[in-house]
């Protein structure tokens, strides 16, 4: 068994384990990637200020986000088709998040539907929606993440049309599969997935299939998918969204302070500053740079969270230092749980906790609300000096 200090570790398992077309899937950006990248390298801009002698007992990294307790400022972020990555992924993910104390986030695209995960685990769980054309399929997801007892819901807002993603074209993925040649005889190698996959009945998108109308099978649910996504979105269907729901709202996908603004007019609880990790406008500013200039416009005035790009608790740590209030990873936990499924997310968690906490004590600071800017070092150019905008 390989020894496993930090997540690059569980990213190396889970590319050895998975058919290449869905570790493409995740390991992609949209185009030419630069925002994948910089997501990440960018926080390698910012530095932490080393402090000593400071009485570093009794520490904790217990906080809330949206008023709800977690024992680290980190929840797992929304993935599609996590199910493909591990059998029954959503499931396994949602138990390690709340066994560790900290959130789960179902997407709409998720393989195990939202009343399968609510039967098999035992806590509220987050539920995030995406808006459809089909506006009787959205009332109805929301109605059924209030039946499951859904505790927030996390409204993406930067998926109305699909950021294109070579690689998934290149290896065929789509629904149903049509895999390369070379994918298919990638999958003829990877007999430990598809061994595991072959045990469990939950292989398509359990939330639509059944649900949306006249989608009943795989070929039905490919015809949906490819024309679902409703590109009429705007903040008036945001309001609508709100009022149905009535609970617990978070808006994810702000990456501009005047998208922060009107996002704090509709009254949501919280924001989630994102680029969908890269995977929608290529080009765009990495998360972490887009960060301090949203948090100047409204953090004062609504928990900013923030994800994209986290890989560490070094990273977690900048995103808390710089003003978030919380924050979220996609693939850092998807890497554990196709390594090695539920104790995999675990492992990614404890990974990221241990990270935070002892760079936040090595930076003289003993709880997260004692966390502020003075701990980072920022360089001077870091949120960029831009020609004034219209
Ligand atoms: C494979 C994959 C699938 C995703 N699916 C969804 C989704 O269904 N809904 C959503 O809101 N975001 C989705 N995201 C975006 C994540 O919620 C999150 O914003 C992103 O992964 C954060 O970046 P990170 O992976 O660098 O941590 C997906 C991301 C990945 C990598």
Redesign the pocket.
């Known amino acids: 068994m390989p020894v496993i200090t930090e997540i690059e570790d569980l990213k190396r398992i889970y590319r050895h384990r998975t058919p290449k077309m869905f570790f493409d899937?995740?390991e992609s950006g949209s185009w030419t990637e630069q925002t994948f990248r910089e997501?990440?390298s960018d926080f390698d801009k910012l530095y932490l200020r080393q402090r000593v002698a400071v009485d570093m007992t009794g520490r904790s990294t217990a906080t809330q986000m949206i008023g709800q307790d977690v024992s680290m400022p980190v929840a797992l972020?929304?993935?599609?088709?996590t199910g493909m990555q591990w059998p029954d992924g959503e499931i396994l993910a949602c138990k390690a998040a709340h066994a560790f104390g900290t959130q789960f986030?179902l997407?709409?695209?998720?393989v195990c539907s939202i009343e399968d995960v609510a039967a098999h685990v035992d806590k509220p769980f987050w539920f995030?929606l995406?808006v459809m054309r089909d506006w009787d399929f959205v009332v109805r997801m929301i109605e059924r993440a209030k039946e499951a007892k859904c505790s927030a819901l996390?409204l993406?807002l930067d998926?109305q049309i699909l950021g294109q993603r070579h690689k998934d074209l290149k290896n065929g993925l789509s629904v149903p599969l049509r895999p390369s040649l070379a994918n298919i005889f990638d999958l003829s190698t990877k007999w430990a997935w598809g061994r595991a996959m072959m045990k469990t009945p939950r292989r398509t998108f359990g939330n639509i299939v059944g649900h949306a109308k006249g989608v009943s099978n795989l070929t039905s649910l490919s015809a949906w998918t490819a024309e679902s996504f409703d590109p009429r979105l705007d903040w008036e269907k945001v309001k609508e969204i709100k009022r149905l729901w009535g609970g617990p709202l978070i808006l994810?996908?702000i990456l501009d302070a005047e998208d922060a603004k009107l996002a704090l007019n509709v009254g949501a609880d919280a924001i989630?500053v994102?680029n969908?990790?890269?995977?929608q406008l290529d080009g765009a500013l990495s998360s972490i740079r887009a960060l301090p200039s949203i948090l100047d416009a409204v953090g004062d005035k609504i928990e900013v969270h923030l994800?994209?790009?986290?890989?560490s608790g070094q990273d977690v740590l900048k995103a808390m230092a710089m003003g978030a209030k919380g924050t979220?990873?996609?693939?850092?936990a998807?890497y554990g749980l196709g390594a090695m499924g539920q104790a995999g997310v675990t492992r990614a968690l404890e990974i990221i906790h241990k990270e935070l906490d002892f760079s936040m004590a090595l930076c003289g600071r003993r709880t997260i609300d004692e966390v502020d800017r003075d701990i980072l070092l920022i360089p001077e150019d870091f949120s960029g000096k831009w020609q004034a905008t219209a």
Do not use: E, W
């Not at 997407?107 to 998720?110: D, E, Y």
């Not at 969908?276 to 995977?279: D, E, Q």
């Open positions: 899937y995740c997501n990440s972020a929304p993935v599609g088709s986030t997407s709409t695209m998720s995030q995406y996390v993406t998926l994810k996908g989630v994102s969908h990790g890269g995977r994800d994209s790009g986290i890989r979220f990873i996609g693939r850092a998807i």
